[in-house]
């Protein structure tokens, strides 16, 4: 009998609250919740008061579930997906509808007809279903590449592209304000480098950020690098990170950015193209490179906290 009531206690201590889940995961609360309620993806053990409990088996089959909708799977399939992967059957991914290439054409539709509601109504669907990092990647960037490419060939105009960019902009940015209420601790400072002028990748990263369970602060774009010093004092913040989307940035401010680098005692970051095209000059500047993929980024910045001692 007490073999078996310590084997209970010791199932219990293991169990995990919702907020370590969706810090893990990168999964959202409201989405996580949303799995549970609409689709049945998740079934967590509940304490006295009705707190959700979820095993280290529930992380393993969210980040699976990740993993399939990233592979363009909706998640209304997610459960007969991961049912039918479990019984190795081969093929399943190739038999359903690829969710976020019908998706894209709803979006580009929209914004031929410069119809903001239904954009909005896309997006709001999308993000209430799916992680942040994958609707960046799978819906919003190509959609933005997609514009790109109609008005080189002639078949868009430069009002589409402009017109999209304020909705999602208006949209993540409302997001973002909403979640950062609720997020306690030291920032990471958020800004674009010398020379950029395109903020949705560093919106794109902080609403990822948010998720993980990060408090941001974001400076915008074109930001001199020098500012930075009296932010980081006055905000007690726990990291920097940069974006920049073009080689001739990084190259211009390499020398502001090891200046950067020896003033501050918190690490630098710097994400976008420029860290993997120019990651010689990062690193040699004193900062840490860390590519385009996002949830690679956000593993790198709490594995870097983690090792000084942050309170990420």
């Not at 031929?112 to 960037?141: G, H």
């Not at 430069?158 to 017109?163: M, S």
């Not at 990471?188 to 408090?215: D, N, R, T, W």
């Not at 010689?280 to 594995?303: C, F, S, V």
Request: proline share 4%; aromatic share 4%; net charge negative.
């Amino acid at each position: 009998m007490k073999t078996e009531q310590n084997d209970n206690q010791n199932q219990a201590a293991s169990l995990l609250p919702i907020r370590v889940i969706a810090k893990l995961t990168g999964v959202n609360i409201g989405t996580l919740r949303a799995w549970e309620r609409r689709y049945d993806l998740l079934t967590p053990q509940r304490t006295d008061s009705g707190h959700r409990l979820y095993s280290h088996d529930d992380v393993d089959m969210i980040n699976e579930v990740v993993g399939i909708l990233d592979q363009g799977v909706p998640i209304s399939r997610a459960k007969a997906v991961l049912k039918q992967r479990r019984e190795q059957r081969k093929g399943s991914a190739a038999q359903t509808p690829n969710i976020w290439h019908q998706q894209l054409q709803n979006l580009l539709a929209s914004i031929r007809r410069f119809d903001e509601p239904a954009i909005d109504e896309s997006l709001n669907e999308a993000l209430s279903l799916y992680p942040v990092d994958v609707v960046m990647r799978r819906l919003v960037v190509p959609t933005l590449e997609e514009l790109g490419r109609r008005w080189q060939d002639g078949e868009g105009s430069i009002a589409e592209e402009h017109f999209f960019t304020f909705c999602i902009r208006n949209r993540l940015g409302a997001r973002l304000h909403h979640g950062a209420k609720s997020i306690l601790g030291k920032p990471l400072v958020l800004a674009c480098i010398p020379g950029e002028y395109h903020e949705l990748g560093i919106i794109m990263f902080a609403l990822s950020a948010q998720a993980q369970g990060f408090k941001t602060l974001i400076l915008g774009a074109n930001l001199p690098l020098a500012e930075l010093v009296a932010v980081i004092e006055r905000a007690d913040a726990e990291a920097v990170v940069l974006a920049g989307s073009y080689p001739d940035n990084i190259e211009q401010c390499r020398e502001a950015l090891a200046t950067l680098t020896d003033q501050l005692d918190v690490p630098v970051f710097v994400g976008g193209h420029v860290s993997v095209t120019h990651n010689d000059i990062i690193t040699k500047a004193g900062a840490i490179a860390m590519g385009e993929d996002l949830p690679r980024a956000l593993g790198l910045i709490n594995e870097s906290l983690a090792s000084k001692g942050g309170n990420s």
